[in-house]
């Protein structure tokens, strides 16, 4: 048996290609992270019923061969994967650590894994529903901030184009990407934008702040954006 992972605390990028992937190796089950951003998680609370993910703790107990982990080097921690377990990473980041030989890596440095793989399904010539097509497109919407972000590449731009052609709801993904931030996010903002310093370095201005909570607080990566 093989499956498709991503990391804990997913954001679109995550389940976007866990998806495109499943597309691309539909014998692969999709197993959800435990954790799922929140907008995320409201994404999958009306549509998850018609689409292939499986809950970590519904996935079943089977001997498994191989796994293949989108937008993350890291496996996650997971029952039944041992050192025999082939193990095949597609991402969009930079290798941050050399990799053992039994692990394989296809990546390259563009804004979304998301993007990469939906280069792929257009070269396969895979169709994709509108809900499919829209949750891989938030995926590249959302990690290359509509974009904006420096990361964003030409090719990004052409995925996504490809993927409104599939029929991505533009109107979905903007309501999926707009949440407000719950009442800590928007505490925690605040205090960063009255304790923020601005520093020059090496020709840049660089703004730094630091606080300390004692809870856990998830989606900070919305916080700093």
């Known amino acids: 048996m093989e499956l498709i992972l991503s990391h804990e605390n997913a954001d679109f990028d995550a389940v976007g290609s866990m998806l495109a992937a499943h597309k691309l190796y539909p014998h692969a089950i ?134 409104q052609g599939q029929g991505a709801d533009l109107d979905m993904i903007s309501r999926f990407l707009d949440l407000p931030l719950n009442s800590a996010q928007q505490g925690l903002y605040e205090y960063f934008v009255r304790s923020l310093e601005t520093r020059n370095i090496e020709g840049y201005s660089v703004m730094v702040g630091a606080t300390r909570i004692d809870e856990r607080m998830g989606e900070l990566s919305v916080v700093a954006n």
């Open 30 to 163: 999709p197993v959800l992270p435990e954790r799922l951003n929140r907008n995320v998680a409201g994404f999958l609370a009306l549509f998850a019923s018609v689409l292939p993910f499986v809950e970590r703790e519904e996935w079943p107990d089977e001997r498994l061969t191989s796994a293949i982990l989108t937008d993350t080097q890291q496996l996650p921690p997971f029952k039944g994967i041992t050192k025999r377990v082939k193990i095949r990473i597609i991402d969009h980041h930079p290798l941050k650590k050399p990799l053992s030989p039994k692990i394989e890596y296809e990546g390259e440095v563009i804004g979304a894994v998301s993007t990469l793989l939906t280069e792929r399904l257009q070269v396969a010539q895979i169709r994709l529903s509108s809900l499919e097509a829209t949750l891989i497109a938030l995926g590249i919407y959302e990690d290359t901030g509509s974009f904006q972000f420096s990361n964003t590449t030409p090719r990004d731009l052409k995925a996504a184009a490809y993927l």
